[in-house]
Each structure stands twice: as C-alpha cells, then as structure tokens.
C-alpha cells in the first residue's frame, strides 16, 4: 500500500494525467466535505474543489507536492476556501458600503465596516489553525454538535476531541486577546 503510495506521488508530481485523474477520484469527496465544512454551501464547495484541481492542473503546481499527496490537496483547499470567503466578504463590505451611501446612513456603514473588519481578522486567524482543530471547534461551538457526536463525525475519540476544541480555544483567545 505505501509502495503504492510513492508511486502514485513520483507519477502526480511528474504531471501523469492517469495520475492525476486517480488523485481526484480518491480525494474528492474529503476535500468535497471539507470544503461544505468551511462555506456551508454545496454548489460553492463543489466549485472551489474543481478550482483547485483545475489550477493545480493549468499551473502544474502538482510539482510542488512533497511528502503527502491528502495533506497538500486539504491545505490548498483550505486556503483557497478561506481566500474565497476574505473575498466574499469584501465584496459584501463594498455593496453594504454603496446601498449605505446612497441611502444616506453613515452610522450604519461604519457600523457594517467594523463587523467586516473583525469578520475579516478572525478569518485570518482561523486559516492559521490546523484543519483537525478548526474542523473540531466549528463542529463544537459553531454547529452545537454534542462531543459524542462531534468525534464520531470526526472518526477520533472524544477525548481527542475535547483536547483538539481546547487547543483551538486557547489558540483564539491568545490570537484574540
């Protein structure tokens, strides 16, 4: 299997088309999943894996792959999501900012920049956790999800779970302050 293994990263780095077709099968509904965790949207989730195998592919960045083929496609992905929604974000920022000015509210604008604002630093903070603790903390606290349930989703032991939700925890209040 590890041999297997090696040889299918030696051909994905050489740009074999079979290659990196096998990737995409293999990897594709974890890095679906994934990618619906972070946007909780089922066409944008399915957009953003397809984008990402389709610039890996048009910018040969599959030679860029070191060690583990899994751990490079949910890094990107993540990156790429998180990308996507400082983004969406912006956007949102500007509309809110147009509609405010022309409907003349200006309390309300800088009321909307500061919650983008914030919005966008706790993004930046987000994206330097590690998958496995993110994907903890949002099953957790943001989804409400019961422990039992959480590291059942998760495939790991509760107690790994509880310690991967405090990791998280403290990571943001000392990003936080």
């Not at 290659?19 to 066409?43: C, D, I, P, W």
């Not at 966008?120 to 999800?145: C, T, W, Y």
Request: contains cysteine.
């Amino acid at each position: 299997m590890e041999l297997d293994q090696a040889l299918l990263l030696g051909a994905f780095r050489a740009g074999d088309r079979t290659a990196f077709e096998q990737v995409f099968r293999t990897h594709y509904k974890s890095l679906h999943l994934q990618a619906y965790l972070l946007l909780k949207n089922e066409e944008e989730a399915e957009d953003q894996v397809q984008q990402l195998f389709l610039d890996m592919w048009n910018k040969q960045a599959y030679s860029k792959v070191q060690t583990s083929i899994k751990a490079y496609l949910h890094a990107a992905l993540r990156n790429q999501c998180l990308n996507y929604l400082n983004r969406l974000s912006v956007h949102r920022r500007l509309r809110d900012e147009y509609t405010g000015l022309s409907s003349g509210e200006p309390q309300q604008e800088a009321a909307s920049l500061e919650e983008e604002d914030a919005q966008s630093g706790l993004l930046s903070i987000l994206k330097e956790m590690p998958m496995q603790r993110l994907r903890a903390f949002n099953l957790v606290h943001l989804q409400d999800k019961k422990y039992q349930d959480a590291a059942k989703e998760m495939g790991i032991s509760v107690n790994s779970l509880k310690t991967h939700v405090k990791l998280a925890i403290r990571f943001l209040r000392m990003r936080l302050g």
